[in-house]
T-cell receptor, first 113, second 114 residues
Framework: ETGVTQTPRHLVMGMTNKKSLKCEQH?????MYWYKQSAKKPLELMFV???????ENNSVPSRFSPECPNSSHLFLHLHTLQPEDSALYLC????????????FGSGTRLTVV | AQSVTQLGSHVSVSEGALVLLRCNYS??????LFWYVQYPNQGLQLLLK??????LVKGINGFEAEFKKSETSFHLTKPSAHMSDAAEYFC????????????FGSGTRLLVRP
């Protein structure tokens, strides 16, 4: 148990579906992150939240919509995705955005068909 | 802008042999440098980090890395590989001027032969 829990672990969705990824941490951290990990590519930072406020949107397409209702929970809402969006989506948290000792979840393996 | 280059997408060593994973960075200001490890079906785990002070940094599981400013390198080493070290290793860099973007390399997969 890493302290950051992501659900579901695996998700298969059609291009017209709407689904959500969930991330939860009870480490008392105030910053949360979404990363995309594709095969043979570096991890890509998608979104950053600090004290529930979005501080970074790394030019992510609007078909990905993040939500951070409180410092312990982070969601990634998905709609009308493309096959190239298939990847491992990793959530991470840290004490705040100046703390780089991130704690990562195990990820959600997303397949878009 | 910062960037990270990890030489070798795959490194194979025998059990008990030296592990050397290479990382070079590019940064216009003093960097903070990190190594993370990812075991199969898991998220990333922080191995060690360099921010300021001693350039030789010791981490978990017997790994260490040395910050060499003149070579813009932060290579990861372990004197004796263990089968349990088989995983993917990521080098990462950020700026020491309060920028909070952590930039990751492409990763190096370490294979340990019996």
């Amino acid at each position: 148990e890493t302290g950051v829990t992501q659900t579901p672990r695996h998700l298969v969705m059609g291009m017209t579906n709407k689904k959500s990824l969930k991330c939860e941490q009870h480490l008392g951290h105030n910053a949360m992150y979404w990363y995309k990990q594709s095969a043979k590519k570096p991890l890509e930072l998608m979104f950053v939240y600090n004290f529930k406020e979005q501080t970074e949107n790394n030019s992510v397409p609007s078909r990905f919509s993040p939500e951070c209702p409180n410092s312990s929970h982070l969601f990634l809402h998905l709609h009308t995705l493309q096959p190239e969006d298939s990847a491992l989506y990793l959530c991470a948290s840290s004490q705040d955005i100046s703390d780089y000792g991130y704690t990562f979840g195990s990820g959600t393996r997303l397949t878009v068909v | 802008a910062q960037s990270v280059t990890q030489l070798g997408s795959h490194v194979s060593v025998s059990e008990g042999a030296l592990v050397l994973l290479r990382c070079n960075y590019s940064s216009s200001v003093p960097p903070y440098l990190f190594w993370y490890v990812q075991y199969p079906n898991q998220g990333l785990q922080l191995l060690l980090k360099y921010t300021t002070g001693a350039t030789l940094v010791k981490g978990i599981n017997g790994f260490e890395a040395e910050f060499k400013k003149s070579e813009t390198s932060f290579h990861l080493t372990k004197p004796s590989a263990h089968m349990s070290d088989a995983a993917e290793y990521f080098c990462a860099v950020t700026r020491a001027d309060s920028s909070y973007k952590l930039i990751f390399g492409s990763g190096t997969r370490l294979l340990v032969r019996p």
